[in-house]
């Protein structure tokens, strides 16, 4: 039963603060920064992801990923906007009380059922739109995930208010480990696409358990009008920008694959995927960690310029050269990797990897209108690179693959001065810290990209294609460390100064710390 509560004055914030008041060893994995936990969760989550698809793609066949991919269309949209909404929601409320995460868990969990209960009900008729008649029998089972999924926003936005990031990395380890040993058993049993249905919901299923348990938070349904009305006020807006994201990931793939055929699709699919892995591994785990950091800021416009020009300086200097630098090595990579059906989504791969250098700033600008509390904004800027991006795709797949590509690569450069401004504007960011802080790392990374490329061309015939690709990694990695040291040398003497520091904490005994 549903309870009506009047507001408490009890936080759960302080509760979390109590529970974890004693000072953690400084040995145990619970020391590490909130970065590194992110950094650590989304390696994982990649790596394992990748060895999982590669088997599994051999034993299922591609049907039974096309299949899932129909599915998780529909059940992807239930997780993605209700879950991020409701998560943001409370992250961003001032004053946390237990109530809210009590409703919002309520709210979160009711919503689902409606939505689950609807792609239950229309199985049918989306296996008939599809021409899929196993598709019914999947989507039924599948409908039950939204559910399982809205039980973990409640917790993962207490996690993330207090910094505390080892849980949400634990779960999502733990969860992807069991149900990976399940859908690989399956897959390798000959389940057919039921393995990776049976994946997806175990892995859920033990993501909630983890979080739940790693958490001082319990779970309860209960209702409070007033504290829904506070959390509506975050939520509408961060709703509406995870639908506008979600739309731009993957309305574009229906009408490639309208205009394209399965095929062009298919390479689109994979380069993707690896510009996919790119932004989740180089730029997701700061940004994550940022949006919750510079709540702190907000009464401290000084102290927001100081820390937004570390951001910026961080993300341009780690990430550019993986943008540009893996772009210049997916010839050798493609060659060394897959048969030649694939080549045709060499250039594909390359300008959806460059499409991360403009993202920087997108991605940050996400990060301090969140913490600053302009949700709205940050709506508006996802509604455009959504719309823009849609433009593009029906305005350029019917010139090819390519074409088409090239448009989706652009938009984000496109659009930049819309977050540069917001940022100027709203959060009294000079242009200073916005641009100029990313000069030095672009032109190091185009200078390794360009010296790359050059090298990749005179290593065509000289040797195998594997060891092409590790000769022209070491070397970019090298010439980049150069230029860095050349451009930047008070960020490397910095960076070495912080590393000696963490190297000797770490080579202390607890007593002695």
Request: charged share 10%.
């Amino acid at each position: 039963m549903v309870e009506i509560h009047t507001p408490t004055v009890h936080s759960l914030s302080q509760d979390i603060v109590h529970r974890a008041g004693s000072a953690p060893d400084l040995k145990t994995p619970a020391r590490l920064a909130p970065t590194t936990w992110v950094t650590i969760q989304t390696v994982y989550e990649q790596g394992l992801g990748v060895i999982l698809f590669a088997v599994q793609a051999a034993a299922l066949g591609p049907h039974a990923f096309g299949l899932f991919s129909l599915v998780m269309v529909f059940i992807g949209f239930c997780e993605f906007v209700l879950g991020m909404a409701a998560s943001e929601a409370l992250i961003s409320i001032p004053d946390i009380e237990d109530l809210h995460f009590h409703t919002m868990t309520t709210a979160n969990v009711l919503a689902s059922i409606v939505l689950g209960i609807a792609v239950f009900a229309g199985a049918d008729s989306i296996a008939r739109v599809f021409g899929e008649a196993e598709l019914a029998p999947v989507l039924r089972w599948m409908s039950a995930l939204p559910i399982i999924s809205a039980f973990c926003a409640a917790p993962i936005a207490a996690s993330k208010r207090e910094m505390r990031f080892r849980p949400i990395a634990m779960r999502s380890i733990a969860g992807l480990t069991v149900g990976g040993v399940i859908g690989l058993t399956l897959a390798l049993l000959g389940a057919g696409v039921w393995a990776l249905v049976a994946q997806a919901i175990v892995q859920r299923g033990a993501s909630a358990i983890v979080l739940w348990a790693a958490v001082p938070l319990r779970p309860r349904f209960s209702l409070s009008v007033p504290h829904f009305r506070d959390l509506r006020r975050f939520a509408a807006p961060v709703m509406l920008s995870r639908t506008m994201n979600w739309a731009s990931g993957q309305l574009p793939r229906l009408v490639l694959g309208f205009y394209l055929g399965a095929t062009e699709l298919g390479l689109f699919s994979l380069a993707a995927r690896l510009s996919d892995i790119l932004i989740q591994v180089a730029l997701e785990p700061r940004i994550s960690v940022a949006r919750v950091d510079l709540r702190r800021f907000a009464s401290d416009p000084a102290g927001l310029e100081s820390a937004m020009r570390k951001l910026f300086l961080q993300m341009s200097v780690f990430c550019f050269p993986l943008c540009i630098g893996g772009a210049a090595i997916v010839p050798t990579l493609f060659h060394a990797w897959l048969d030649p059906h694939w080549f045709g989504g060499i250039v594909v791969a390359q300008l959806l990897m460059l499409m991360g250098v403009p993202c920087i700033t997108l991605y940050c600008a996400t990060a301090v209108l969140l913490a600053m509390n302009r949700q709205k904004w940050e709506a508006l800027i996802s509604t455009a690179q959504t719309s823009s991006t849609l433009l593009a795709v029906l305005c350029f797949a019917p010139f090819g693959l390519v074409a088409a590509s090239a448009a989706i690569a652009l938009r984000p450069l496109i659009l930049m001065p819309l977050p540069v401004v917001l940022m100027n504007r709203l959060c009294k960011l000079p242009l200073g810290v916005i641009l100029r802080t990313q000069a030095p790392a672009l032109a190091a990374a185009v200078l390794m990209g360009a010296a790359v490329s050059l090298l990749g061309l005179h290593l065509e015939n000289i040797f195998s294609d594997a060891n092409d690709l590790i000769i022209l990694i070491a070397f970019g990695a090298i010439v980049y460390v150069l230029l860095i040291g050349l451009l930047l040398p008070d960020f490397c003497i910095g960076l070495l100064k912080q590393l000696s520091r963490h190297l000797q904490a770490s080579g202390k005994s607890p007593a002695q710390s």
